[in-house]
T-cell receptor, first 110, second 113 residues
Framework: DAKTTQPPSMDCAEGRAANLPCNHS???????VYWYRQIHSQGPQYIIH???NNETNEMASLIITEDRKSSTLILPHATLRDTAVYYC???????????FGTGTRLTIIP | DGGITQSPKYLFRKEGQNVTLSCEQN?????MYWYRQDPGQGLRLIYY???????QKGDIAEGYSVSREKKESFPLTVTSAQKNPTAFYLC????????????FGPGTRLTVL
């Protein structure tokens, strides 16, 4: 049970906005949407999370559809250092375990 | 400079030897976690601890042991009973149990020869 569906890979030109989609059509009301990324051979890095409303921080924006069945992570001005695997995760409140799928491998093209 | 440290970054051991991986955090987080990652795959939870002197098994605890004697430290021992110990091991912490954002260390890559 993958729980979230992401494209396996994407390319984005440096300086452009990178839009990473995630489908979570069976999400429950108590589940947050979390985004992490993992640069090769490093630990995952927290990016952003949300429940219903759109969220923005210094790294990215998270757009969640009104029905909460999908979301999009937006990196507004991608740089080469944004090349990584991006994971979209559903995490129920009160659940200790993060369930990582295989994510989207984002490559930023110079 | 707050964060989570794991040492060493690379570790080599002979088959049949126990090995202990270090994880320290100075974030004053109550909860700590150990995950295992195999090539091309997601993370799998080994053990977690919500408070000092208490810990619970995750999905793949067999062949591993942990201790939580101090809030800052959560060492993981990979025992000889673990059948396939070669992997990338990640430690994480969160402010409190369940549902809080988890912050990860840099990881330890263990290779058993």
């Amino acid at each position: 049970d993958a729980k979230t569906t992401q494209p396996p890979s994407m390319d984005c030109a440096e300086g452009r906005a990178a839009n990473l989609p995630c489908n979570h059509s069976t999400i429950s009301g108590n589940e947050y949407v979390y985004w992490y990324r993992q640069i090769h051979s490093q630990g995952p890095q927290y990016i952003i999370h949300g429940l219903k409303n759109n969220e923005t921080n210094e790294m990215a924006s998270l757009i969640i559809t009104e029905d909460r069945k999908s979301s999009t992570l937006i990196l507004p001005h991608a740089t080469l250092r944004d090349t990584a695997v991006y994971y979209c995760i559903r995490q129920p409140f009160g659940n200790e375990k993060l369930t990582f799928g295989t994510g989207t491998r984002l490559t930023i093209i110079p | 400079d707050g964060g989570i440290t794991q040492s060493p970054k690379y570790l080599f051991r002979k088959e049949g030897q126990n090995v202990t991986l270090s994880c320290e955090q100075n974030l004053n987080h109550d909860a700590m976690y150990w995950y295992r990652q195999d090539p091309g795959q997601g993370l799998r939870l080994i053990y977690y601890s919500q408070i000092v002197n208490d810990f619970q098994k995750g999905d793949i605890a067999e062949g591993y042991s942990v201790s939580r004697e101090k809030k800052e430290s959560f060492p993981l021992t990979v025992t000889s009973a673990q059948k396939n110990p070669t992997a990338f091991y990640l430690c994480a912490s969160s402010i409190a149990r369940g549902g809080d954002t988890q912050y990860f260390g840099p990881g330890t890559r263990l290779t058993v020869l």
